[in-house]
């Protein structure tokens, strides 16, 4: 009898942080299948990088499912009438916390690892270098995990559903070692929440302040193609 590995869901945002995530997957032995959300984000460039991500590390499957957040804004990365900061963190929620993204990506992955048969989902949150958004603390994690066991068939049939946080309690400069190790290409990822169509990051907003300085922190050189 054939002992076939495990499946899991990955959520692949394109990003440096869901790329690692998707590595360590890997490297536990599951069988991965990358799920990508266009949710009417400012651009398409790291839906195009998770697919270059995908490829490059081996997923089973790779989709994007859609689903337009974008049409009720309230977030600077659905909504261009709100400029992406560019001086630096600020106290409270940013404006670049999108309403409920983490939530609904979840649940989307949810739905597919229950077709799927997979008992696990990979979702690179981190609660260390990040910029204040609520649905990427433990508390949060934790919350999801049991209400997805109390939502679903295969959870109330018994087969404990389980939401990994890998990255939750990590510094960016770990994240990017532990990525390293296990062989992600960062030069194929985009994390800037301004990037243009080819993938150029601004190198001034948030999000590229702190993959900048996660680099300089990992001793390593940054492979960010900026504009």
Same mark, same amino acid.
Request: charged letters at 20%.
């Given at each position: 009898?054939?002992?076939? @590995?495990? /499946?899991?869901?990955?959520? =692949? !945002?394109?990003? *440096?942080?869901? $790329?690692?995530? %998707?590595?360590?997957?890997?490297?536990?032995?599951?069988?991965?299948?990358?799920?990508?959300?266009?949710?009417?984000?400012?651009?398409?460039?790291?839906?195009?990088?998770?697919?270059?991500?995908?490829?490059?590390?081996?997923?089973?499957?790779?989709?994007?499912?859609?689903?337009?957040?974008?049409?009720?804004?309230?977030?600077?990365?659905?909504?261009?009438?709100?400029?992406?900061?560019?001086?630096?963190?600020?106290?409270?929620?940013?404006?670049?916390?999108? @309403?409920? /993204?983490?939530?609904?990506? =979840? !649940?989307?992955? *949810?739905?597919? $690892?229950?077709? %799927?048969?997979?008992?696990?989902?990979?979702?690179?949150?981190?609660?260390?270098?990040?910029?204040?958004?609520?649905?990427?603390?433990?508390?949060?994690?934790?919350?999801?995990?049991?209400?997805?066991?109390?939502?679903?068939?295969?959870?109330?049939?018994?087969?404990?559903?389980?939401?990994?946080?890998?990255?939750?309690?990590?510094?960016?400069?770990?994240?990017?070692?532990?990525?390293?190790?296990?062989?992600?290409?960062?030069?194929?990822?985009?994390?800037?929440?301004?990037?243009?169509?080819?993938?150029?990051?601004?190198?001034?907003?948030? $999000?590229?302040? %702190?993959?900048?300085?996660?680099?300089?922190?990992?001793?390593?050189?940054?492979?960010?193609?900026?504009?």
């Amino acid at each position: 009898m054939i002992d076939h @590995p495990k /499946r899991a869901v990955i959520l =692949l !945002s394109g990003g *440096l942080d869901s $790329a690692t995530c %998707l590595a360590i997957a890997r490297d536990m032995g599951f069988d991965t299948y990358a799920l990508s959300v266009a949710y009417g984000q400012r651009h398409a460039a790291e839906l195009a990088a998770a697919r270059r991500v995908a490829a490059s590390l081996g997923a089973r499957e790779h989709r994007v499912a859609s689903v337009e957040l974008g049409q009720f804004g309230g977030s600077a990365l659905t909504d261009e009438k709100i400029p992406v900061p560019v001086e630096g963190s600020t106290a409270g929620i940013p404006v670049t916390y999108v @309403p409920a /993204r983490n939530t609904v990506m =979840l !649940s989307i992955a *949810l739905a597919w $690892a229950e077709v %799927l048969g997979a008992n696990d989902i990979f979702v690179g949150v981190n609660a260390v270098d990040y910029s204040g958004y609520p649905d990427c603390r433990p508390e949060f994690i934790a919350a999801f995990e049991t209400m997805a066991n109390l939502a679903t068939k295969v959870g109330i049939e018994g087969a404990r559903l389980r939401i990994h946080a890998p990255l939750i309690s990590l510094s960016k400069a770990d994240i990017i070692h532990r990525g390293s190790a296990l062989g992600v290409d960062y030069s194929q990822t985009v994390s800037c929440y301004q990037a243009d169509d080819a993938g150029h990051a601004c190198g001034r907003c948030d $999000a590229c302040r %702190l993959r900048r300085a996660g680099f300089e922190a990992a001793g390593l050189p940054d492979p960010t193609r900026y504009a």
